[in-house]
Nanobody, 115 residues
Framework: VQLVESGGGLVQPGGSLRLSCAAS????????MSWYRQSPGKERELVAT????????NYADSVKGRFTISRDNAKNTVYLQMNSLRPEDTAVYYC?????????WGQGTQVTVSS
């Protein structure tokens, strides 16, 4: 299993970024996918989850209405569209999937929101 994130960077408050996670090594269309984030000194937190077919999504209260998770099963890729970014969104963002009994993570991509 390999998860490779991309799309992070430096953005001003109020700006937008789209993160991508390219997956390989498993049947992508059969598994839910999630995005997590971790800021310095804080625990890793769940940001958003999408079901295998993309029919259902869930978000942390802190990002509802600003972030959108989506997936393209033909491309084995999951996305996180982040709008109206705030300084408190600054973190390393990780792609995640759970294939029993293992939890798999990407290497992470840094998102910095600052003027």
């Amino acid at each position: 299993v390999q998860l490779v994130e991309s799309g992070g960077g430096l953005v001003q408050p109020g700006g937008s970024l789209r993160l991508s996670c390219a997956a390989s090594g498993f049947t992508f269309s059969s598994y839910a996918m999630s995005w997590y984030r971790q800021s310095p000194g804080k625990e890793r937190e769940l940001v958003a989850t999408i079901t295998s077919a993309g029919g259902s999504t869930n978000y942390a209260d802190s990002v509802k209405g600003r972030f959108t998770i989506s997936r393209d099963n033909a491309k084995n890729t999951v996305y996180l569209q982040m709008n109206s970014l705030r300084p408190e969104d600054t973190a390393v963002y990780y792609c995640n999937t759970f294939l029993w009994p293992h939890n798999y993570w990407g290497q992470g991509t840094q998102v910095t929101v600052s003027s």
